[in-house]
């Protein structure tokens, strides 16, 4: 019943509710992951009612999480997903091996279902990224150069070389 999407609602009244085709719960699991809904949702501007996006209740509810994820939390927070994206983005101006360097997935690493791990290369340097996708510790060895500048990452520090905590992100830039 949250779903505003004419698209989403005619399909669930049809295969749901005339044709009987499909479960309820089948076709509720299925809009979660497909209706374009879940995209739609009001920005969340700040910790206020309706997340700052609006006076009046908005079309589609506002994602519950508003007080804790929103713009201006995150503007205040020097650590944020938005600086660290700004971060990535002027590194991408500054270092053409990001757009340029030939990508090579790290051997080993084609079925892994919890860390992405590949090279951008050009003549002159190579580029390791790094990043666990899950929100659990994992342990992995990859070749890190000795010469290797660790360029960014999304925690503090590193505990272990071979250790990638939740959603861990590194990237070590070498020369050749």
């Keep these: 019943n949250q779903y505003r999407d004419l698209e989403s609602i005619n399909a669930y ?8 085709l499909l479960p309820s719960e089948t076709m509720i699991k299925y809009l979660a992951a497909h209706s374009r809904d879940n995209a739609r949702t009001p920005m969340q501007w700040n910790g206020t009612e309706n997340a700052g996006f609006s006076k009046v209740t908005p079309w589609l509810p506002v994602n519950p999480n508003y007080k804790l994820i929103n713009v201006k939390d995150a503007l205040n927070d020097k650590n944020s997903v938005f600086y660290f994206y700004q971060k990535l983005i002027k590194l991408r101006h500054e270092l053409p091996i990001i757009t340029d360097g030939v990508f090579n997935l790290v051997e080993g690493n084609e079925s892994d279902q919890e860390v992405f791990a590949y090279t951008r290369q050009n003549e002159e340097e190579s580029l390791l990224v790094i990043a666990n996708f899950t929100d659990k510790v994992v342990e992995r060895e990859y070749r890190v150069l000795d010469n290797s500048k660790l360029l960014i990452q999304n925690y503090k520090d590193i505990v272990k070389n071979n250790e990638l905590r939740p959603y861990e992100v590194r990237v070590y830039l070498s020369e050749k």
């Design 13 to 20: 009244h049809e295969l749901v509710e005339q044709e009987h």
